[in-house]
Nanobody
Framework: QGDVTEFGGGMVEAGGSMRLSCVIP????????RAWYCQRDGHQKTRELI???????????NYADSVRGRFVISMDNAKKVVYLQMNNMKVEDTGVYFC??????????WGLGTQVNVSS
């Protein structure tokens, strides 16, 4: 199977915007939930759910309280890409962002992550 790959990380000033992309391998079938997680510095292996979108729930979106109203998750089924649009970014948004896919049978697929740094 192909690899889940994230793109779009880098550096941005507080108040700025950034869009992350997650490319879904074409050979992954039955993908139901697409999500973004953040692992912040100093939190070791803890990954916080930032946003998710679930097909079986009619495309229902779920956001962490810390990003609700600032971040938007979306997907382009034709291109097999999941996006995370991050607006009005804050220093505390800094971390490694991971894309996670989960199929209808519960199997998870993770990307290697992309680093996002927000400066004050």
């Amino acid at each position: 199977q192909g690899d889940v790959t994230e793109f779009g990380g880098g550096m941005v000033e507080a108040g700025g915007s950034m869009r992350l992309s997650c490319v879904i391998p074409g050979d992954l079938l039955g993908i139901d939930t697409r999500a973004w997680y953040c692992q912040r510095d100093g939190h070791q292996k803890t990954r916080e759910l930032i946003a998710s979108i679930t097909t079986s729930s009619g495309g229902a979106e779920n956001y962490a309280d810390s990003v609700r109203g600032r971040f938007v998750i979306s997907m382009d089924n034709a291109k097999k890409v999941v996006y995370l649009q991050m607006n009005n970014m804050k220093v505390e948004d800094t971390g490694v962002y991971f894309c996670k896919l989960q199929n209808v049978w519960g199997r998870e697929y993770w990307g290697l992550g992309t680093q996002v740094n927000v400066s004050s």
